[in-house]
Every structure is written in C-alpha cells, then in structure tokens.
C-alpha cells in the first residue's frame, strides 16, 4: 500500500480552492494506482533532464529529487518566465507490503514512472491443510 502524508500540500490545495488563487505551481504532481500486483506511481517532470533526476529509498521512505534549469541562456532577456526551475523534492511513504529492493523507474515524454511490486510475503497464497486418517480402527 502506498501511503500519502504532506500536509502542507494539502493545505496548500485547500487554500487555492478557498481564495480561488494559486500559491504556487505543484513542482511534481502525481497520479498513483494499482495493477495486479504492481504499484504504479507517474510524476510529471516536463523539462527536466532524465540525468537530474535522483530517486533514493531508505526505511520505506521514497524520494525523488530532480532539477529543472532555465531553458533561456544566461544572455538572453526574458519576456514570460513563469514554468518554475531549480530543484525539486517530493517523497512517498511506502507501505511494508511492497518490494522496495524491486522498484522499477522509466523516464519519457517529461513523465517519471516507478513500477512497485506488491512484496511476496504480502501476496495472498493458499495454505494447505493437513489432517490424519480420519477412520477410526477398531480392534476386535
């Protein structure tokens, strides 16, 4: 299972929807869902180079660290600059039933897609029953 606690996204989210502004531009936006038994989470990082990005588990704690740089060189005179640079964090909180060893990360079209397998130990799997001869002898 895949856990999500950032209260301060959250908050952020509320506010926007209150005041009906926007606070600031979400840096990773994330969908994540569940296939058979894979996790699947997508972060949308258009524009980043897939050398900037840096994913690191520790503790079931998943982070994902990527940098995006200004597309202008440093000559040119910016007119519009708001799709937001520098460096960007987000993590994810891993539940104990998933495969941290077996996490699978693909990059294209400016979208970061981790495959997380469910761990075999959490896997649902038949237990077999044994039982002694149920005739009963009698000695005559």
Known sequence: MLMRTDPFRELDRLTQQLLGTA???????????????????????PGVEPESIDLDVERNVLTVKAERRPS?????????????TGFFSRQLFLGETLDTERIDASYEAGVLRLRIPVAEQAKPRKIAISGGDSRKQISG
């Open 23 to 45: 606070a600031r531009p979400t840096a990773m936006p994330l969908d994540a869902f569940r296939t058979g038994d894979t996790f699947v989470v997508e972060l949308d990082l």
């Open 72 to 84: 202008a060189d440093e000559n040119a005179e910016v007119v519009i600059a708001e799709r937001p």
